[in-house]
């Protein structure tokens, strides 16, 4: 395992320095990114699809780098848009994925995304190396996204279908973050997703009864009343377990958690994470001799959760953006 020190020391921007704005500042205070891209929908195995929105160039050979958001994100959240403009400025192709039900329309069936969904990664994989068979096909995954990636690359070894990985802000103990979230100012983050991600189920509901879906409805109907969920415990352990085939909050998160996953992957990996991330207790961040060899850890002092914002609050800096696609070319290259 290589445990390295970051090849610079991230710097929050001057005002910027407590995790809370480093987290909140993407969301709440960063400028759009404009960027042109194409949506494409991808149909899965189970009668489901996901959308795909592309970006840069369309040559054959042009590395491509699959981008996957967070929870109750999408391929609009900040961070993406960003890294996908990051990408295209280097001549390199990128395709942000948005997860079942996340690009503005909901998905067909009653299950939706989780953070152990690698089998939805895994087919989007393989629809990506069908498609562009000579690209080198790479994957930047944050938070849930991150954590779903690394369970991939633990799960399939040396067939992960990427050339190189890199996972930012991983949740990687869920049953510890979910812990941790409900801590101190975190709660106003735990508040935010028991709202956006009830209203995720609600808005599904409303489309099935649209489209006269009866057996979606009734399988929501089973999960009972969607009321008082306060907690990643109280939702985890009555909609995301039984829509998915866990049989509770607690054997979901053991099943889906990326850190039982590590000491598996064979794919040149690189994980940057912040010490002060308010979503994750350091104890739930591994230990060394838990990665494998070709896996790369970078723990910057601050940052917060998909923060690292430097630079300065009138021309604010994107860390990740710099840092990310240079390790990528550097794999490329090596």
Not at 255 to 267: D, M, P, Q, V
Request: negative net charge; aromatic residues 10%; glycine residues 10%.
């Amino acid at each position: 395992m290589i445990v390295s020190h970051p090849p610079e020391r991230f710097t929050p921007a001057f005002g910027l320095g407590n995790p809370h704005l480093q987290t909140l500042w993407g969301p709440l205070w960063r400028k759009t990114v404009h960027i042109g891209r194409e949506r494409e929908r991808l149909w899965l195995e189970d009668g489901d699809f996901l959308d795909l929105d592309w970006h840069g160039p369309h040559s054959a050979d042009a590395p491509l780098v699959l981008v996957l958001h967070g929870l109750t994100g999408s391929s609009n959240s900040p961070y993406v848009a960003g890294m996908q403009k990051a990408l295209g400025d280097r001549g390199w192709a990128s395709v942000a994925l948005n997860w079942r039900g996340c690009s503005g329309e909901p998905n067909l069936l009653p299950r939706s995304y989780h953070s152990g969904a690698s089998e939805d990664l895994a087919e989007t994989i393989r629809h990506l190396r069908a498609k562009r068979p000579l690209a080198p096909l790479y994957a930047v995954g944050y938070s849930l996204g991150g954590n779903v990636l690394l369970k991939h690359l633990g799960e399939t070894g040396s067939d992960s279908g990427v050339t190189g990985a890199v996972a930012v802000s991983v949740p990687f103990r869920l049953d510890q973050c979910a812990d941790r979230i409900g801590q101190g100012f975190s709660k106003v983050y735990q508040a935010h997703f028991m709202r956006e991600m009830v209203a995720y189920i609600k808005n599904k509901q409303r489309q099935f009864q649209h489209d006269g879906r009866e057996e979606g409805l009734a399988a929501l109907a089973a999960l009972g009343s969607l009321e008082n969920m306060r907690t990643f415990w109280d939702f985890d352990g009555r909609v995301t377990a039984p829509l998915h085939g866990f049989a509770d909050a607690e054997d979901y998160y053991r099943r889906a958690s990326s850190r039982y996953f590590l000491g598996e992957i064979r794919t040149p990996t690189l994980m940057i994470q912040a010490a002060d991330d308010p979503f994750v207790f350091p104890h739930s961040l591994p230990q060394v001799d838990e990665l494998s060899a070709c896996t790369q850890f970078e723990l910057q002092a601050n940052g917060g959760h998909v923060g690292f914002v430097d630079g300065t609050l009138r021309q604010p800096g994107y860390y990740l953006e710099r840092r990310i696609p240079e390790w990528l070319a550097a794999i490329g290259h090596s």
